[in-house]
Nanobody
């Protein structure tokens, strides 16, 4: 049973920062996705099981950083220079394979999600 618990969402002003956390019940390659109302879930960032490989959506490159603490089985998403377009529910997901993936279909387990709202 894989369980994922996200935290760290909230309301911030444009240009501000937030750090999301995802506590997992095991060690997996992990991804962050987001979904705004009426839109499809989109890829944000991913990290391999070891933490040695990462990937980002073009829309967040240079602003977001994904990292992990394998001792805690926790993955983080540091979000800087936030924009109103970043407003969405953010989900962490776990993948059975070791490498990172960019497609939602590659992830078998999902957290409940945490709301991020960026005001203008």
């Amino acid at each position: 049973q894989v369980q994922l618990v996200e935290s760290g969402g909230g309301l911030v002003q444009a240009g501000g920062s937030l750090r999301l956390s995802c506590a997992a019940s095991g060690r997996y390659a992990m991804g962050w996705f987001r979904q705004a109302p009426g839109k499809e879930r989109e890829f944000v960032a991913a990290i391999s099981r070891s933490g040695g490989s990462t990937g980002y959506a073009d829309s967040v490159k240079g602003r977001f950083t994904i990292s992990r603490d394998n001792g805690k089985n926790t993955v983080y998403l540091q979000m800087n220079s936030l924009k109103p377009e970043d407003t969405a529910v953010y989900y962490c997901a776990a993948r059975g394979l070791a490498g990172p993936g960019t497609r939602a279909s590659e992830y078998a387990y999902w957290g409940q999600g945490t709301q991020v709202t960026v005001s203008s």
